[in-house]
């Protein structure tokens, strides 16, 4: 591309929206809890030319594509909810998967969402053309955006493992975010391979279905008790009266998890103990073998690997039908899985809750900022970014739920609004002092990062012992070490000396700058 035409603001077809006073064009991509989030809330801030571009014909992101049976959210349902749409009539303290879906479905079309979604439309490019991004899509079609929010959710990639013999299986075999539901496992033999969350809450809800259930192991998890509670028509109508008792319910529960769970993985050797304590005496009251109990046990801290919260998982995996293998896996063969101590275990279904590659964020979308850097080169196996939604080189891109981001047992809904809250801060600010651009300094990115890296060392991702998804290729946990008090407090008030501010005469020298290179070249 020439270079005056990659950087200067007169030869884009749009005329910077902080100077000609028209809307900017903002692109969300994803119309999961995040996309569908970040389109009330713009809208609220005056926000109103926003397309979502959706690669399904649904809208709820990780709810519209998990469909595996006991599919639910171990983070109370008060607390995992918009802030702007308080639901009084949540059946359970845990929601189920199929509900919150619908929560999600109803908030889209209540808010009027979907006017602005674009179904079955993957954006397969983004380019920085200073100051605005050109987007394409599957179909081939090019549009300009002034903004770029991406809202793709951390956890969608599945993570398929490499056991040799996996194609040569005969019976049905997908991953637990492919689930197929016309499956009916009544009486079949199944195979499970891993056992994180996702695995707990299938073979608490399948065992007493199937015929038999095998579940390969190859670490144990800690598991604290899910104190699961079906709501009454009183309470109900209560919080449906008294609105403000959802709030106050709302922010009782982020409270009570910040200070408990939240604290233990930051390093609070008190509380980590008492989770310890917890996940030990479940373990012990529901697993009554203890040649069961002991291979159950792991070897490493409680809560280095994301605490898994389930009440089902003990009582069916002791059941007389379901055995815990944990001779690992040699390969896998058309009857079934072989073990290394040369068992056959005969399947008729193999399912993979193998978790996620959660180092993608928005890849495979190619994203290329300033200099035709490409993001994903970047990044390669260890994604960083500054306050988990912006990365220097990249003006007017924004993520939500981006890496470094606060995750783990809390709710993203309640990161997600935070992190749009920022990103219309920082609109505001282009807005009140004409900016046509804004990227994070890379002197700001490497501080941040690097207090992170160290920050980090300190809590139990580190401490803890184990391998686990929030581990990057180095080793270093993509997580936000600090107190969610401390990254509301960092995303209300965006410190804009963080940011390079780019104006129309930066755009044009830059442009010059190029023009003479070209020359003396
Ligand atoms: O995935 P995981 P998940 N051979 O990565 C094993 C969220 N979530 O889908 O521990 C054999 O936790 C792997 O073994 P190991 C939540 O954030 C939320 O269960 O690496 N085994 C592990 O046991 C959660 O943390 C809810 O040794 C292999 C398992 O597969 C995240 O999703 C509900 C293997 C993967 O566990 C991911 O959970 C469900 C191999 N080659 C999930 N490869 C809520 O309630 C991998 N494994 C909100």
């Given amino acids: 591309m020439p270079a005056d035409s990659a950087t200067n603001p007169e030869s884009t077809p749009l005329a910077p929206w902080t ?17 569908i989030a970040a389109v009330v809330k713009l809208r609220r801030a005056g926000y109103n030319d926003l397309t979502v571009f959706e690669k399904t014909d649904r809208v709820g992101g990780t709810w519209r594509e998990n469909q595996y049976p006991g599919l639910s959210c171990d983070i109370p ?34 808010h009027g969402v979907l006017r602005d979604v674009r179904f079955n439309t993957r954006v397969e490019e983004l380019r920085y053309v200073a100051p605005v991004w050109e987007l394409t899509t599957n179909g081939g079609e090019t549009e300009i955006f002034d903004i770029v929010i991406s809202a793709t959710g951390v956890l969608h990639h599945p993570a398929i493992p490499d056991i040799p013999g996996l194609s040569d299986f005969e019976g049905e075999a997908f991953h637990t975010a492919r689930w197929n539901t016309q499956l009916d496992l009544q009486g079949k033999r199944v195979g499970i391979i891993g056992t994180g969350s996702t695995s707990a809450q299938i073979v608490g809800e399948i065992a007493d279905q199937v015929g038999k259930l095998s579940l390969f192991q190859r670490t144990a998890q800690w598991i604290h008790p899910l104190p699961q509670k079906a709501y009454g028509t009183y309470w109900k109508t209560l919080l449906r009266k008294v609105p403000a008792l959802n709030t106050a319910v709302y922010w009782g529960v982020a409270f009570s998890i910040e200070q408990s769970f939240v604290r233990a993985t930051l390093g609070n050797k008190l509380l980590l103990r008492y989770v310890d304590w917890a996940c030990r005496r479940n373990l012990r009251k529901n697993v009554p073998d203890p040649v069961l109990r002991e291979k159950l046990t792991p070897n490493y801290a409680a809560a280095c690997k994301r605490l898994i919260f389930c009440s089902t998982f003990y009582p069916a995996i002791s059941r007389d039908n379901a055995e815990l293998v944990t001779d690992g896996i040699e390969r896998i063969e058309s009857k079934g899985v072989r073990t290394r101590d040369g068992r056959l275990h005969e399947l008729d279904v193999l399912v993979l809750a193998t978790g996620f590659q959660a180092d993608r964020f928005i890849l495979p979308t190619r994203v290329i900022g300033e200099g035709g850097q490409e993001l994903g080169s970047q990044w390669e196996g260890s994604p960083r970014a500054h306050r988990a939604t912006s990365v220097p080189g990249f003006p007017n891109f924004w993520m939500l739920e981006g890496p470094t981001g606060p995750i783990g047992n809390i709710s993203l809904i309640m990161v997600t609004e935070h992190q749009i809250d920022y990103v219309i801060a920082c609109m505001e600010k282009m807005k009140r002092d004409g900016l046509v651009a804004m990227a994070p300094t890379e002197e700001a990115f490497r501080q941040y990062n690097t207090a992170m890296t160290e920050a980090v060392q300190r809590t139990v991702w580190v401490t803890g012992g184990c391998q686990s998804w929030y581990l990057d290729k180095d080793g270093i946990p993509n997580i936000y070490p600090w107190t969610p008090r401390q990254y509301r407090k960092e995303m209300r008030h965006p410190n804009f000396r963080e940011f390079r501010l780019i104006r129309s005469h930066d755009l044009t020298r830059s442009a010059e700058r190029s023009a003479s290179t070209t020359t003396s070249a």
Avoid: C, V
């Fill in 77 to 110: 349902s008060y607390l995992y909810q918009f802030s702007f749409e308080k639901n009084p009539d949540w059946s359970h303290r845990f929601s189920h998967g199929p509900e919150i879906q619908r929560y999600m479905e109803s908030t889209a079309r209540k």
């Fill in 19 to 35: 100077q000609s006073g028209r809307m900017p064009r903002i692109a969300i991509i994803g119309a999961g809890m995040s996309g």
